[in-house]
């Protein structure tokens, strides 16, 4: 096999890996729409994301010591985390959380999938976004959108206007901050995934803990078994194992290709629905799950493509 070849089939290995791992991302984090529904009914928001960031952060912290990983000592670098973990964590779980308190969780998912699209608007904002993001892209977000659309239903997005609308901007408002981690993450390419994780984790654990205790006395509370679990779940799976594998993602599919996750998660979220609390299942979710996988190639697999260029010659 010639060298060009076996250059190609290696890429074409790396790239089914990294979109296996944005399916299983998506997965996890698709079904954290369930497991904050069943927390946020007897924890509030606050409390909730606090318990979440932290006890991911202590999960992620010993986890890297294991393997052998030193937290950075630079201030500079720990005020990157701290934008990191407020843009990535703090700030955007407990706008979902208190949004899915006033809006149905189905609504939520559509508001919640638009990453991409900020994403794409802040890239060609800048000259050399207006360069790179090709045709292809913006076909792959426009598929992803309709493919939400279609998987959610037509009854979701009558509700845009007329329920709840500062939850409908919460939510929106979380999506904004999920467009500008993964641009802002890059910076820490540098740094293994889970060092980056466990830094961005301590600094939200840092931002929200005094959140929590000032506006909703956390000891005063009273979470039923449910609640306790859903919080455990979301903090070790959602949060600390989903942050280790979205900081390498951020490294190989970029920005926009790792928010075009927020399509996937949305699909993943009715499919889950539909396993778990007994949705009905119809062919307007089968097409809306073919638009968003469609929507996803489209964004992420021109990436290594392009980017490989001409072999040297």
Same mark, same amino acid.
């Given at each position: 096999m010639s060298t060009q070849a076996s250059q190609a089939m290696s890429e074409r290995n790396t790239?089914?890996?990294?979109?296996?791992?944005?399916?299983?991302?998506?997965?996890?984090w698709?079904?954290?729409?369930?497991?904050?529904?069943?927390?946020? +009914?007897?924890? $509030?928001?606050?409390?909730?994301?606090a318990a979440r960031v932290t006890i991911a952060a202590v999960l992620l912290i010993v986890i890297a010591a294991a393997q052998g990983h030193s937290l950075p000592r630079k201030r500079s670098v720990w005020? &990157? =985390? %701290?934008?990191?973990?407020?843009?990535?964590? #703090?700030? $955007? =779980?407990? %706008?979902?959380? !208190? *949004?899915?308190?006033?809006?149905?969780?189905?609504? +939520? *998912?559509?508001?919640? &999938?638009? $990453? $991409?699209? =900020?994403?794409?608007?802040i890239a060609m904002m800048t000259e050399r976004g207006r360069r790179t993001i090709s045709s292809e892209r913006i076909l792959g977000v426009g598929l992803g959108l309709a493919g939400v659309a279609v998987t959610i239903g037509i009854d979701a997005l009558s509700g845009i206007g007329t329920t709840a609308p500062l939850a409908q901007m919460a939510v929106l408002g979380a999506s904004l901050c999920? &467009?500008?981690?993964?641009? !802002? @993450?890059?910076?820490?390419?540098?740094?293994?995934?889970?060092?980056?994780a466990a830094g961005a984790m301590s600094c939200a654990a840092i931002l929200m803990l005094p959140m929590a205790a000032i506006f909703e006395r956390p000891w005063t509370l009273a979470p039923t078994?449910?609640?306790t679990i859903a919080v455990l779940g979301l903090a070790v799976v959602c949060t600390a194992l989903a942050m280790v594998i979205y900081f390498r993602l951020i490294r190989t599919l970029g920005a926009l290709g790792t928010t075009s996750g927020s399509y996937l998660r949305a699909g993943f979220a009715v499919a889950l *629905?539909?396993? !778990? %609390? @007994?949705?009905?299942?119809? !062919?307007?979710?089968? #097409? *809306?799950?073919? %638009?968003?996988?469609?929507g996803v190639i489209a964004v992420t697999v021109p990436l290594p493509v392009r980017h490989s260029g001409k072999p040297p010659g």
């Open positions: 790239l089914s890996l990294e979109i296996g791992l944005l399916l299983l991302l998506s997965l996890i698709g079904s954290s729409f369930t497991l904050i529904k069943v927390a946020v +009914a007897t924890i $509030p928001p606050f409390t909730m994301v005020a &990157a =985390f %701290l934008v990191q973990g407020l843009l990535q964590s #703090a700030l $955007p =779980f407990t %706008l979902i959380s !208190w *949004g899915e308190m006033h809006i149905a969780s189905g609504l +939520a *998912g559509v508001l919640n &999938a638009t $990453p $991409p699209m =900020f994403v794409l608007v999920y &467009a500008l981690a993964p641009i !802002w @993450g890059q910076r820490f390419s540098s740094l293994p995934a889970i060092v980056t078994v449910q609640a *629905g539909v396993v !778990w %609390l @007994g949705e009905e299942f119809t !062919w307007s979710v089968l #097409a *809306g799950m073919a %638009l968003i996988v469609a």
